[in-house]
């Protein structure tokens, strides 16, 4: 074990630190970008407080359409945007493009999922008492929806985690890269069995926190 380590143990943290930061990166970016999206889709939908069917059958579309394509198709398929865009297609900077179009749609669907369990009541007395249509999003809707939100937040942080284990076929860095270059190439069975392993406990830690921080913010859960 001694001298697995010495041998690979600086580079299973280097490309531990390559995952969470393409990771958490993407994450960021998609958050900026779905969130606009989940709530857009959420209040042009019908009976809601702005409808506006076009709009909302438009953003539907994308959404889904984005949801369907499977990520080491879309990795390779916006190659030359990902180039123009960051200078590389590879590496932990090019992974960050494809990993936040791939979780964009992801997190506007979850926004919306989250939105759409705030108690109606609460809108209409916004409404009631003279709320604009943007004190209604901010103050009711995404203020009332946090828990939920909070708590998809760790569901996009492991999916990002999965995929950017997928953008090691392309040599995209990361932990899966290690585990495709040194575990699968070159028969090593102790390297793949280390970055599984590594995996596994980067998993639970983002599953535990966000579900910790979810609990905290939850002001329903009364002790």
Request: proline letters at 4%.
């Amino acid at each position: 074990m001694a001298d697995f380590f010495a041998e690979y143990g600086s580079l299973l943290l280097t490309e531990t630190v390559a995952t969470l930061e393409m990771t958490i990166i993407s994450t960021l970016f998609a958050y900026i970008l779905g969130i606009p999206i989940g709530v857009l889709v959420t209040i042009t939908g019908e009976n809601s407080i702005l409808p506006c069917r076009p709009v909302n059958v438009v953003l539907g579309w994308i959404v889904n359409m984005g949801r369907s394509i499977p990520f080491i198709i879309l990795l390779v398929a916006i190659m030359p945007f990902t180039r123009w865009l960051v200078g590389a297609a590879i590496g932990v900077r090019g992974v960050i493009v494809p990993l936040t179009v791939a979780a964009t749609p992801f997190v506007a669907r979850m926004i919306e999922t989250a939105l759409m369990e705030v108690d109606d009541g609460l809108i209409e007395v916004a409404n009631a008492t003279g709320s604009t249509t943007w004190q209604i999003i901010w103050k009711v809707l995404l203020r009332e929806s946090v828990p939920s939100i909070l708590m998809g937040l760790p569901i996009t942080l492991i999916t990002l985690v999965g995929y950017s284990a997928m953008a090691g076929v392309v040599g995209g860095g990361g932990l899966g890269d290690v585990a495709l270059r040194y575990g699968y190439y070159r028969y090593q069975s102790n390297v793949m069995i280390m970055t599984i392993i590594i995996l596994i406990i980067v998993v639970q830690i983002m599953q535990s926190l966000g579900s910790f921080i979810a609990k905290k913010s939850d002001k329903r859960i009364r002790k």
